[in-house]
């Protein structure tokens, strides 16, 4: 079955550099990925949607890329700030009318 | 437009009682998806719900259950609670008419089953 996978559960970086966060999944390529932004006591926020046949995706600092031979989306957050601290987790469109998301990658950018 | 609106916001209830989650979506908005989050396994999918009907199934046990009224606002029930069933309940809402669109969150329902 097709699973999704965040590769890291927590990451320091720090204020002003870029962040790069991993997204892996099996199996077959989902038409789409998402990536989500999380708060904590918050449900989460969309932030961006990349197609199969999108390589990047651009949204002021964030960035998205969708590489369907590795079976990978990075998502970057560039001149990252203490406000870009949250959980970022992604999502992908499983086929069957159903979206299955990762367990998220909690982010700290520190000041 | 308000946005996704949850109640309750905290419950706490024991094992064996059962439970009903509540769920208003974005006005227009005809699909309601209800997911549980817990630490250890993530964001998971319960069902969705599109104009009263059930359109999509997680693989949840029969405990979990909901339904969606004329005004699309969803509940969600699940009985018999066990101790595992603690968790972050969000629902999410989408006009339904296109599967790629954005789902929006609400601020989720924590509970806590002692």
């Known amino acids: 079955s097709q699973k999704i996978e965040q590769n890291s559960e927590a990451l320091n970086i720090q204020e002003g550099k870029t962040a790069t966060l991993t997204c892996n999944y099996t199996?077959?390529?989902?038409?789409?990925l998402q990536w989500y932004r999380q708060d904590p006591g918050r449900g989460p926020v969309f932030l961006l949607l990349?197609?199969?046949?999108?390589k990047e995706k651009r949204k002021e600092r964030l960035k998205v890329t969708f590489d369907t031979t590795l079976k990978q989306s990075l998502f970057h957050i560039t001149a990252s700030q203490p406000a870009d601290s949250a959980t970022y987790l992604c999502a992908l469109y499983r086929g069957d009318d159903k979206i299955i998301f990762g367990k998220g990658t909690r982010l700290h950018i520190l000041p | 437009k308000a946005g996704v609106t949850q109640t309750p916001r905290y419950l706490i209830k024991t094992r064996g009682q059962q439970v009903t989650l509540s769920c208003s979506p974005i006005s227009g908005h005809r699909s309601v998806s209800w997911y549980q989050q817990t630490p250890g396994q993530g964001l998971q999918f319960l069902f969705e719900?599109?104009?009263?009907?059930?359109?999509n199934k997680g693989n949840f046990p029969g405990r979990f259950s909901g339904r969606q009224f004329s005004n699309s606002r969803s509940e969600m029930n699940v009985s018999t609670l066990e101790l595992g069933d603690s968790a972050l309940y969000l629902c999410?809402?989408?006009?339904?008419?296109?599967?790629?669109?954005?789902?929006?969150f609400g601020p989720g329902t924590r509970l806590l089953v002692l």
């Open positions: 999410a809402s989408r006009t339904g008419t296109s599967e790629q669109e954005t789902q929006y």
């Open positions: 990349i197609r199969e046949n999108e």
């Open positions: 719900y599109f104009s009263e009907t059930q359109r």
């Open positions: 199996n077959y390529s989902p038409a789409y």
